[in-house]
Nanobody, 125 residues
Framework: VQLQAYGGGLVQAGGSLTLSCAIS????????VGWFRQAPGKEREFVAA????????IYADSVRGRFTIARDDIKKTTNLQMNSLKPEDTAVYYC???????????????????WGQGTQVTVSS
C-alpha cells in the first residue's frame, strides 16, 4: 500500500489550498483516511479524518470550519480543502490510512498503519 500526498505550496494568509491523497495497492474505498501535520519543532498532530463510507468526518478544533475533508471516488483520492489559512497552519501534511477494512474516522495516529511522504504547506503572513 502506498500513499502519495500532493498539492502543498506557498500561500498568503487568508488563502486556500487543496491537498490530495492518492492511495495505491488496494481498493481505497474500503478504508478510512486521515490527515495529520507536523510543524518544525512540534509533534505531529491530527487534522481531519473521514470514514470509509465518507459519511463521518472529524476535525481538530484548530481547523474546524476552515478545512473540509472529502472523498473523490472518481479520482480515487481523499482531499483536504483548506480555506482561511493562517501562518500557524504551516507544516508538512501527511495522509494516512489504516490496515482495517470498513474503518471509522479516528484522530489517533496509532490507528493508522500506512503513511504518505508528506507535502509542505507554507502560509505567509
Amino acid at each position: 500500500v502506498q500513499l502519495q500526498a500532493y498539492g502543498g505550496g506557498l500561500v498568503q494568509a487568508g488563502g486556500s489550498l487543496t491537498l490530495s491523497c492518492a492511495i495505491s495497492g488496494r481498493t481505497s474505498s474500503f478504508f478510512a483516511v486521515g490527515w495529520f501535520r507536523q510543524a518544525p519543532g512540534k509533534e505531529r498532530e491530527f487534522v481531519a479524518a473521514i470514514s470509509w463510507t465518507g459519511s463521518n468526518t472529524i476535525y481538530a478544533d484548530s481547523v474546524r470550519g476552515r478545512f473540509t475533508i472529502a472523498r473523490d471516488d472518481i479520482k480515487k483520492t481523499t482531499n483536504l480543502q483548506m480555506n482561511s489559512l493562517k501562518p500557524e497552519d504551516t507544516a508538512v501534511y501527511y495522509c494516512a490510512t489504516p490496515h482495517t477494512r470498513f474503518s471509522t474516522a479516528e484522530p489517533e495516529s496509532t490507528r493508522y498503519d500506512y503513511w504518505g511522504q508528506g507535502t509542505q504547506v507554507t502560509v505567509s503572513s
